[in-house]
């Protein structure tokens, strides 16, 4: 699928809408979710222009796949649930109801997870 320079994430990445910045670096901007699901539920993107997982790790280089990860983590560190635990989740095309067609991670956290990995 095409990437669309204007999806809401992109638009963010200029600058163009606001957010509520987390932590970035030279790959990676992280921002709190607008509609968030747990007391800690964050948005870690790529700043390339990248759909899926597969579109990210097809076109960007082992920097930028690198840089994204740490930041994950980074993120993770500041929001402060390294210690007690977070999920990260990736939702990738159709079937995993992605809503937003640029590449992202949730870290979910700050309260106890369900055991369940999935709930339909
Ligand atoms: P999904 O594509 O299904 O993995 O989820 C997209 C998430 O993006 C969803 O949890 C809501 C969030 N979201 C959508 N629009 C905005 C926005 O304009 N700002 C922020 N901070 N989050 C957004």
Do not use: W
């Not at 320079?5 to 921002?31: M, S, T, W």
């Not at 640029?102 to 870290?107: E, L, P």
């Amino acid at each position: 699928m095409a990437y669309d320079p204007n999806n809401i994430f992109a638009r963010i990445l200029r600058g163009e809408l606001p957010c509520q910045k987390v932590y970035e670096n030279d790959h990676a901007l992280a921002f709190n979710d607008i509609n968030p699901l747990m007391p800690v539920h964050i948005l870690v993107i790529p700043k390339g222009p990248y759909v899926t997982l597969a579109d990210m790790t097809a076109k960007a280089t082992a920097e930028e796949i690198a840089g994204f990860l740490a930041a994950v983590a980074e993120t993770a560190r500041l929001a402060g649930v390294e210690d007690e635990g977070y999920r990260i989740v990736g939702n990738n095309g159709r079937h995993a109801n992605q809503e937003v067609l640029h590449f992202h991670v949730h870290i979910f956290g700050g309260r106890q997870i369900g055991g369940r990995m999935i709930k339909s």
